[in-house]
């Protein structure tokens, strides 16, 4: 199998990882030149500054998953539709250098005559059921845009976003609510937490259920300490409760600090979990580029 330089560049930040034959990540490098940041006609130049040492490999094989490949980007990746798997992805690669440099497509869905999109997550999804030796399952990957995505014959079958992390920082600094939490979030305070995702399955909508993280420091039931982690719960409780979980399994994928929130809240309301950090995104890229080279 080819040498393979892993690219995951998005919004705010680039991530890169050199994997072997094997699969196993040699060394990783990241920063903070995310789209956003980077001069239309910029992507070449801050590729090779990140990795370019890497690309001068022999026979090297560069793919690039995330918002590199959307409309702000380096070059319009078009989605491929689900179901998809290992196969359709590699087919719908847009290439950059004809068998160099390939940016990884992203996936849409269609829900009540709506589209639903990701890019990025894809990857990581396909990473972990390779990772996990899965075929079926269901994936969440937390976040600002959170995704949960049900797999089923080793293919993405469907899935939906949920904008719980951006519904928290909007309530977080940009609603009443911020005048009576503190500055900083602090650790973690667990029964807070819980009070909070139990208190969203209850109270069955976060349009009436936010407003009680200003009232229960207002008539000293918590502490201002512990405002954020309950407000916390309540949007990640209220997530939950769209679900059908049903004493679902789920594998979570993401940030440390971010699963284990999910894990607890699934814990309490009955529900197992497995975890899956940065190893699932470059176990993606190896597993893609070891089907295309398949194919």
């Known amino acids: ?54 690309l001068h490999q022999p026979e090297a094989l560069c793919l690039v998953s995330g918002m590199a490949g959307s409309r702000q980007g380096w070059q319009e990746a078009p989605y491929c539709s689900c179901p998809a798997g290992f196969t359709d992805l590699s087919r719908a690669l847009a290439w950059i250098e004809p068998e160099r440099i390939a940016l990884v497509p992203g996936l849409r869905f269609e829900f009540l005559d709506t589209p639903d999109a990701m890019r990025g997550e894809e990857v990581q999804v396909f990473g972990a059921m390779d990772l996990l030796r899965l075929q079926a399952g269901m994936f969440v990957l937390p976040g600002t845009h959170c995704k949960w995505v049900r797999v089923a014959d080793g293919r993405v079958q469907s899935f939906a976003t949920f904008m719980s992390g951006e519904f928290y920082a909007l309530l977080r600094q940009h609603s009443i609510l911020a005048r009576t939490l503190p500055e900083e979030d602090g650790p973690l305070e667990e029964a807070a937490f819980l009070r909070g995702v139990h208190h969203a399955q209850q109270a069955r909508s976060l349009l009436h259920s936010a407003f009680s993280a200003r009232t229960l420091a207002l008539f000293g039931r918590l502490p201002t300490q512990a405002l954020p982690s309950y407000l916390s719960g309540l949007v990640i ?39 899956l950090g940065s190893e699932a995104t470059w176990r993606g890229h190896w597993a893609l580029a070891r089907t295309l080279q398949k194919s």
């Open 1 to 54: 199998m080819r040498p393979l330089v892993a690219v995951d560049w998005g919004t705010s930040s680039l991530r890169v990882a050199r994997v072997d034959a094997d699969g196993t990540v040699l060394e990783e490098r990241s920063s903070e030149r995310g789209i956003l940041t980077v001069p239309a006609g910029a992507f070449p130049d801050i590729l090779r500054e990140t990795c370019g040492d890497w």
């Open 237 to 275: 409780g209220e997530e939950l409760r769209s679900r059908a979980l049903h004493g679902l399994e789920v594998v979570l994928i993401g940030a440390p600090a971010l699963t284990e929130r999910y894990a607890l809240a699934l814990r309490t309301l009955g529900c197992q979990s497995r975890s």
